[in-house]
């Protein structure tokens, strides 16, 4: 809760903020039919860099009680974190690893769904606010955590981590790209409410933020560290800075 309060925050001032300077209806509105960026992402079940993200929207023929809509398109490509990951440093290396992680959680989620124009912009100055709904499936690829292990004196050994040895003979973690090929796959469904903000200004290209919650179901629970509550829902409020251009 603490790590979601600033994200409202932060909505409600650019909100109060742009809705003050956009402008709803103007000789000079900013028009356009499609928009494809791309952006990173943070998250309240990430570290800073949470993932990448995707999106293309495409206008619609008819209008939402007045409102320009676009067909919303994305694709996110996720880490997804346990909230009990603490980075700890062995005596002996100095490395560092995370105790009891066993897996680790990376979630791709297409998605597809409205956004509508709540306010446009002058095509030249102004801050365009969307709303944005959007569902798909989420895709979990669940690799082991490999950590690296003093078996013997001048002896290392990297495996998956196992809670039956001791800590201390931890040396430190293995790397990232071990693991892959032990994979496995959970497949779930995923819902995003957002706001788009914007914040460009020039008419081809574009910078924005977009902000907002998403919830995610897995059929079962996905164990990501051992000893903890793990869950099969996870919920997250999300900030995506976006860069790309529009047409």
Do not use: C, W
């Not at 309060?5 to 109060?16: A, D, E, K, N, R």
């Not at 902000?211 to 897995?218: K, T, V, W, Y």
Request: charged residues 15%; glycine residues 8%.
């Amino acid at each position: 809760m603490s790590r979601i309060l600033p994200i409202f925050f932060l909505m409600s001032l650019v909100l109060s903020v742009s809705s003050a300077r956009a402008q709803n209806t103007d000789t000079d509105e900013d028009k356009y039919s499609t928009v494809t960026t791309y952006g990173v992402t943070t998250n309240t079940n990430s570290g800073i860099l949470g993932g990448f993200v995707f999106r293309h929207s495409k206008v619609l023929p008819n209008l939402f009680q007045g409102k320009r809509q676009f067909r919303y398109m994305a694709l996110e490509i996720v880490n997804v974190k346990h909230p009990k990951e603490v980075q700890s440093q062995t005596p002996y290396s100095g490395q560092r690893y995370v105790y009891n992680k066993q897996n680790y959680l990376f979630v791709v989620r297409p998605q597809y769904g409205r956004e509508v124009s709540l306010f446009t912009r002058n095509a030249d100055e102004g801050v365009a606010i969307n709303g944005i709904l959007a569902v798909g499936p989420s895709i979990g690829i669940i690799k082991p955590y490999y950590v690296q292990y003093s078996t013997s004196p001048g002896q290392v050994d990297t495996r998956p981590f196992d809670p039956t040895l001791q800590p201390e003979l931890i040396v430190g973690s293995g790397s990232f790209f071990q693991g892959f090929s032990e994979s496995k796959l959970t497949v779930g469904l995923n819902f995003k409410a957002a706001v788009s903000f914007e914040l460009s200004a020039f008419r081809n290209n574009m910078t924005g933020l977009e902000i907002g919650f998403l919830a995610e179901a897995f059929p079962k629970e996905v164990v990501i560290m051992n000893n903890a509550n793990n869950r099969s829902v996870y919920t997250s409020g999300f900030i995506t800075l976006y860069f790309g251009n529009k047409k």
